[in-house]
C-alpha cells in the first residue's frame, strides 16, 4: 500500500511538473507574438464567445463575401466575437492569405518599365490600421461615431496594416509604383501623408483624397479617380482595399484582392 501511495504520488508530480512546463511556454509564446496593430490580447481566443441563436461566424462570412450588404451596425450579440477576431490571430491570418496572393500574383508581372504600371492602395484598413481606435471605443453596435473618429485620424497615430506593408515594399522592388486611394477628405492631406510616412509607406506616384467636388457614393468616387488615372496613361495592374467598393464598379484593374473588415460597410 504504501509503494502505491508513493507512486502515485510521483506520477502526480511529473504531471504538475509537465503542466507547469507547458504553461510558461505558453507564457513565452505569447510574449514573442507581434503586436504592430495593437497592444490588446484576445480574452477568449481569437473565436470569442459562443453566441446562443446566432452564428456570428457565418455572418462574418456573410459580409466578407458580400452577400450581407448596406449594413451600418453589426449585431449586438457578435460584439465580443467581432472584438476578438480584429484583435486575435485570425484577422492577421486572413488578411496574411490575401497578400499571399498578391505577391504572388505581383511576383509573375513584367512591369513595361516605363513608370506606369500601378497598383492601387485603400488606406483605412487597408494600409493604415485604425484597430488601436476600436480597442479604445469598442467593437460595439452602434453608429461610427465620427467625431471620435476623425479625432483619432487627426492625431495621425495609425499603424501600418503588417500585411499590406510587406506587399507595398515588394511592389516598389518590382518597379510597380503605388497610388493611394482613399476616401478620407483632402482636409486630411498633410496629417495623412505624415501618417503614412511614420508608418513605412515613403514613397508613392500620387495621394487620392476626396475632393468637395466629388459626389455620390464611395463606388463611384473610386470608379471615376481610376478612370482617370486610366486616362492619363497609367495601366492598373492591382488593386487592394478592405472595402467591396474599393474593388468594384470600373476601371477596378487587372485583379482585385479584397482584405478582411467585418467592423463597417462603406458603399
Known amino acids: 500500500m504504501l509503494f502505491i501511495s508513493t507512486k502515485h504520488y510521483n ?18 509564446l505569447s510574449q514573442g507574438i507581434s503586436h504592430e496593430i495593437h497592444l490588446l490580447r484576445p480574452r477568449h481566443g481569437s473565436g470569442g464567445q ?15 463575401t458580400h452577400n450581407i450588404i448596406g449594413w451600418s451596425t453589426l449585431p449586438q450579440a457578435c460584439e465580443s466575437y467581432l472584438g476578438n477576431y480584429m484583435l486575435g490571430r485570425q484577422y492577421r491570418k486572413d488578411s496574411g492569405m490575401v497578400v499571399f496572393e498578391a505577391l504572388a500574383y505581383a511576383q509573375g508581372l513584367k512591369p513595361a ?47 501600418a496594416q503588417p500585411e499590406s506593408l510587406k506587399l507595398y515594399k515588394k511592389l516598389q522592388s518590382l518597379g510597380i509604383k503605388v497610388v493611394f486611394l482613399t476616401g478620407r477628405l483632402e482636409a486630411l492631406r498633410n496629417v495623412t501623408t505624415e501618417n503614412l510616412h511614420n508608418a513605412g509607406f515613403h514613397t508613392w506616384e500620387k495621394l487620392i483624397l ?44 487587372n485583379r482585385t484582392f479584397k482584405l478582411p473588415n467585418p467592423i463597417y460597410y462603406v458603399s
Open 11 to 28: 506520477m502526480g508530480g511529473v504531471v504538475l511538473v509537465l503542466w507547469l512546463f507547458l504553461f510558461a511556454s505558453s507564457v513565452h
Open 50 to 64: 459562443h453566441v446562443p441563436g446566432l452564428s456570428c461566424l457565418s455572418w462574418r462570412l456573410g459580409v466578407e
Open 113 to 159: 518599365g516605363d513608370g506606369k504600371d500601378i497598383w492601387v492602395f485603400d488606406i483605412d484598413e487597408t494600409s493604415l490600421s485604425n484597430l488601436p481606435y476600436f480597442a479604445k471605443h469598442g467593437f460595439g453596435p452602434e453608429a461610427l461615431n465620427f467625431t471620435q473618429a476623425n479625432s483619432w485620424v487627426y492625431e495621425g497615430k495609425a499603424p
Open 210 to 253: 476626396r475632393g468637395s467636388s466629388d459626389t455620390g457614393t464611395a463606388l463611384v468616387y473610386k470608379s471615376n479617380a481610376r478612370k482617370k488615372l486610366e486616362k492619363s496613361g497609367y495601366r492598373i495592374v492591382g488593386n487592394i482595399g478592405d472595402q467591396w467598393s474599393d474593388i468594384l464598379g470600373t476601371n477596378v484593374g
